[in-house]
């Protein structure tokens, strides 16, 4: 069966400056602002605090990392099978962070990310961050796994998709639920422990599942009888 990678827009050049986050307010004239550089846009804004949300911060395939050296770039791939533009972005996973990164790539296309801007000088280590792409069809945001490879790190990765979600208030424990659309599978999990605001909280797929999911994430809010929800469409691939 063919790849459910479809997309309205396809791409031949991608002017930078446009890609920036418009709704984003660039940290006054720090050189670390939010703005667009060579090859994406980056760097911190002015938010107001948030409310009780749980976030999508990343969606990979294999872990994220790269070492913290003003020397390193990160390599970012979509999806082999995308046929469209991905947009892929990087945020913090720490509440009260307010960084970000923006781009978008062709299909086949590679993103070379020097850390010597921004994420180097700031301290932003792997564990600050993650990565996730999506493109748009008739239902909204679909998100596509990211991989990525720092050129200084020695690590042996591994092809698991990992979700990471981040929650604006401490939690008692999560559940999730994810939802083949084509196939008539699907299975719940239940982490059963509690996890600080802004704290990652990251759910494991295994690395065999292919085509279209739904996912859905719930976290019981500390205190309360009332839970924090984030509900997404995965693309993982062919089937």
Not at 98 to 107: G, K
Not at 140 to 164: C, E, M, Q, T, W
Not at 190 to 206: E, N, W
Request: aromatic share 10%; glycine share 6%.
């Amino acid at each position: 069966m063919k790849s459910l990678m479809v997309c309205f827009v396809l791409l031949s050049e991608v002017c930078f400056g446009q890609l920036c986050d418009s709704t984003l307010k660039p940290y006054y004239t720090n050189a670390f602002r939010y703005e667009a550089r060579t090859n994406r846009c980056e760097g911190f804004y002015i938010a107001t605090v948030s409310s009780q949300t749980l976030d999508l911060v990343g969606v990979t395939r294999g872990v994220f990392h790269y070492e913290l050296d003003i020397n390193e770039v990160i390599e970012i791939q979509p999806p082999a099978d995308a046929n469209c533009v991905i947009h892929v972005r990087a945020q913090a996973v720490q509440t009260k962070m307010y960084y970000r990164m923006d781009t978008e790539l062709a299909p086949r296309q590679r993103l070379l990310w020097p850390t010597r801007e921004i994420l180097f000088p700031n301290g932003l280590y792997p564990g600050k961050i993650s990565v996730f792409g999506w493109y748009q069809d008739a239902g909204g945001k679909v998100y596509v796994p990211i991989r990525s490879a720092g050129r200084l790190s020695g690590i042996h990765n591994d092809s698991l998709f990992r979700i990471v979600l981040r929650s604006a208030v401490d939690v008692d424990y999560v559940s999730y639920t994810w939802k083949s659309e084509l196939a008539n599978r699907s299975e719940n999990h239940t982490m059963d422990r509690p996890f600080r605001s802004g704290t990652a909280i990251i759910v494991v797929l295994p690395e065999h599942l292919r085509g279209r999911f739904t996912l859905l994430v719930q976290a019981k809010i500390r205190g309360s009888d009332d839970f924090v929800r984030n509900l997404v469409t995965l693309d993982l691939g062919k089937l």
